[in-house]
């Protein structure tokens, strides 16, 4: 399984820390938020890797995480998003990385404290479709909301007015090859971006989406607040002390 891990936007929420710099290099306690991300693929033994950036200070990737061995990653690839057209925008540029494998994707300002593997190993078994990671918040209307009845999904909106589940669609998904059609399928929503909530409904649509529930914190790194909140549980819970954080597959060790 490949991973990918999305980098672009504009970080409007964040200026001006964002006027000079991306988002994604900003601290978080004491390391820049892409560590985290790129860390937790790596914890769940995904070490084919691309990462999606843009903007002005994209170079910065390269000099920050260079060939990727401070990770132990195989493979380290960047590509470049022009514009800021939205989630499924920035990961249809990681089609020809992605070779018809199923990938990890994960959103470059999602912070975890536990690790993904039992989601990775539920999607293994799936012949196709997609699998979506879930967690309950106190405001679950800032992000994509699940409806859900007898444990069952049936419908996702983006950042409802009226939340119908306390459950936020977190930004770790986990794909077959037929999202880049499902992507080519998406129309830009009404803040101009191809909304990854729509592809999600197409899996659901298709009857292939399934979902688990994340152990641990989450939190995503967008907003001050959130900033703040990622940086104090980083720094309470001590996660970012442990050298790997989650518990790599046995496998993953013995080939080291
Ligand atoms: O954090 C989880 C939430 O992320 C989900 O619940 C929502 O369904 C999903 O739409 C997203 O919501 P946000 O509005 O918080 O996403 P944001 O615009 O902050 O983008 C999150 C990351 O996605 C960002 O850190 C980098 C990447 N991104 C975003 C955009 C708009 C790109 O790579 N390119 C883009 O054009």
């Keep these: 399984m490949k991973g990918v891990v999305l980098a672009g936007g504009k ?19 004491d390391r820049p938020m892409v560590f985290y991300p790129i860390q937790t693929l790596v914890d769940a033994d995904i070490r084919d890797v691309i990462i999606v950036t843009g903007g002005q200070n994209s170079g910065d990737f390269l000099r920050l995480l260079s060939n990727g061995k401070d990770f132990n990653l195989h493979r380290i690839h960047y590509t470049y998003q022009e514009g800021e057209g939205g989630i499924a925008d920035a990961l249809r540029l990681a089609e020809p990385f992605v070779e018809g494998e199923k990938i990890c994707v994960i959103l470059g300002d999602n912070i975890i404290e536990n690790n993904i593997i039992a989601s990775k190993q539920a999607f293994e078994k799936q012949s196709a479709g997609a699998h979506i990671i879930l967690k309950e918040v106190p405001d679950a209307g800032r992000f994509g909301c699940p409806e859900i009845s007898d444990g069952r999904i049936l419908g996702i909106e983006e950042k409802p007015k009226s939340p119908k589940s306390s459950y936020a669609v977190t930004g770790l998904y986990f794909y077959d090859a037929t999202v880049f059609e499902k992507i080519g399928r998406t129309k830009p929503s009404s803040r101009n971006e191809l909304e990854i909530t729509d592809v999600n409904n197409m899996y659901l649509q298709e009857r292939t989406l399934t979902h688990s529930i994340l152990d641990g914190w989450w939190t995503d790194a967008g907003t001050f607040e ?20 989650g518990k790599p597959p046995q496998h993953s060790r013995n080939s080291e």
């Design 11 to 29: 970080g409007s929420r964040l200026y001006p820390l964002t006027r000079v710099t991306n988002k994604h290099l900003l601290p978080v306690y």
């Design 226 to 245: 959130s900033l703040q909140r990622a940086t104090n549980m980083v720094s309470e819970t001590g996660a970012n002390k442990i050298p790997g954080r």
